[in-house]
């Protein structure tokens, strides 16, 4: 009897770990899939090699999918914004390619920033050729990695946030939308030569690129010297480049103040301000090493792909 009721557990452990075992193999094929998706490439610009990390390819040039690049901030990298921001994840759930170009630094993977005219450090210092990188990345992509060059959308943080804009005014024929995340502009940008949907969100507790504008927090050493508008000129200077009407619509809450402006199809400006935000990447999975808390009132790959997927050019 006891023989038989031994028999018998080990036969439904046998049964449930066959159960098991598909399930398990799933997993594995699934992080092998989602690994052989992600890798470091590079491209050259002007005898320069430029890396980054591209994630969720689509090879498949018969569906074609956005794509999503991503700018880390002032001293991050390519590795480091993928780690943190969960933008890889926001891309497997939505069916996008996300891209994380790496800045420009001493350092190959580390400190690295980019060239925003009036910041940051050694990509400011170098001229580096963020732009000539950028687009001719958006080209490889769309070659390469079964991009649809009718939805290409870019984002960033900080220094990143700053590039982004760049990017937008210089590059409009490309960039189907943007969205930054704490970033600032300096009051000498250009006008695009044609308008680009813009998401902009600022903390108001952000002590590194303060709201009211002014100077740069403790790295002063890494910009010019240019004093930075307040948050509120990024979304003045894109309602004015996008023909938008000056008064936006409101809708304010304990959290966040959100402005919408009314503007031409396919032209849209929407600012959201985090009362309690400090300079983070909203919502972000992780921090870099003496960086703020991050703040949860909103999440920011949420609010950007609600955003920025309406678009198409």
């Given at each position: 009897?006891?023989?038989?009721?031994?028999?018998?557990?080990?036969?439904?452990?046998?049964?449930?770990?066959?159960?098991?075992?598909?399930?398990?193999?799933?997993?594995?094929?699934?992080?092998?899939?989602?690994?052989?998706?992600?890798?470091?490439?590079?491209?050259?610009?002007?005898?320069?090699?430029?890396?980054?990390?591209?994630?969720?390819?689509?090879?498949?040039?018969?569906?074609?999918?956005?794509?999503?690049?991503?700018?880390?901030?002032?001293?991050?990298?390519?590795?480091?914004?993928?780690?943190?921001?969960?933008?890889?994840?926001?891309?497997?759930?939505?069916?996008?390619?996300?891209?994380?170009?790496?800045?420009?630094?001493?350092?190959?993977?580390?400190?690295?920033?980019?060239?925003?005219?009036?910041?940051?450090?050694?990509?400011?210092?170098?001229?580096?050729?963020?732009?000539?990188?950028?687009?001719?990345?958006?080209?490889?992509?769309?070659?390469?990695?079964?991009?649809?060059?009718?939805?290409?959308?870019?984002?960033?943080?900080?220094?990143?946030?700053?590039?982004?804009?760049?990017?937008?005014?210089?590059?409009?024929?490309?960039?189907?939308?943007?969205?930054?995340?704490?970033?600032?502009?300096?009051?000498?940008?250009?006008?695009?030569?044609?308008?680009?949907?813009?998401?902009?969100?600022?903390?108001?507790?952000?002590?590194?690129?303060?709201?009211?504008?002014?100077t740069l927090g403790k790295f002063d050493k890494a910009w010019d010297g240019t004093k930075m508008k307040p948050a509120n000129y990024q979304a003045q200077f894109w309602a004015n480049a996008n023909h938008c009407q000056n008064n936006p619509k409101t809708f304010e809450n304990n959290d966040i103040i959100q402005n919408d402006y009314i503007c031409p199809y396919n032209s849209a400006v929407r600012q959201i301000i985090v009362k309690e935000g400090t300079h983070t990447w909203f919502g972000a999975t992780s921090r870099?090493?003496?960086?703020?808390?991050?703040?949860?009132?909103?999440?920011?790959?949420?609010?950007?792909?609600?955003?920025?997927?309406?678009?198409?050019?």
């Amino acid at each position: 009897m006891k023989l038989r009721s031994t028999l018998i557990i080990f036969l439904t452990l046998l049964a449930g770990t066959a159960i098991a075992r598909p399930n398990f193999r799933q997993r594995i094929e699934q992080f092998k899939s989602q690994s052989q998706q992600t890798s470091q490439e590079e491209i050259n610009i002007n005898g320069v090699n430029r890396t980054y990390i591209v994630d969720n390819v689509n090879y498949n040039k018969s569906n074609p999918r956005p794509l999503m690049i991503v700018l880390h901030g002032g001293g991050g990298s390519a590795a480091q914004a993928k780690s943190a921001y969960g933008m890889s994840e926001k891309a497997r759930k939505e069916n996008f390619v996300v891209i994380y170009p790496n800045g420009s630094g001493r350092q190959a993977d580390k400190f690295l920033t980019w060239n925003a005219t009036h910041c940051c450090g050694y990509a400011m210092e170098n001229n580096a050729n963020d732009i000539g990188f950028i687009s001719a990345l958006i080209d490889k992509a769309i070659a390469q990695y079964g991009v649809d060059r009718s939805r290409i959308y870019v984002t960033g943080m900080s220094n990143g946030a700053m590039m982004t804009h760049q990017l937008a005014i210089a590059l409009p024929n490309k960039i189907t939308a943007i969205a930054t995340d704490v970033g600032t502009m300096f009051g000498d940008e250009k006008i695009p030569s044609s308008p680009v949907p813009v998401l902009i969100m600022n903390g108001m507790k952000d002590e590194m690129l303060p709201f009211e504008g002014g100077t740069l927090g403790k790295f002063d050493k890494a910009w010019d010297g240019t004093k930075m508008k307040p948050a509120n000129y990024q979304a003045q200077f894109w309602a004015n480049a996008n023909h938008c009407q000056n008064n936006p619509k409101t809708f304010e809450n304990n959290d966040i103040i959100q402005n919408d402006y009314i503007c031409p199809y396919n032209s849209a400006v929407r600012q959201i301000i985090v009362k309690e935000g400090t300079h983070t990447w909203f919502g972000a999975t992780s921090r870099r090493k003496n960086a703020p808390e991050p703040s949860y009132d909103i999440d920011a790959n949420d609010e950007i792909w609600k955003f920025v997927s309406q678009f198409k050019r």
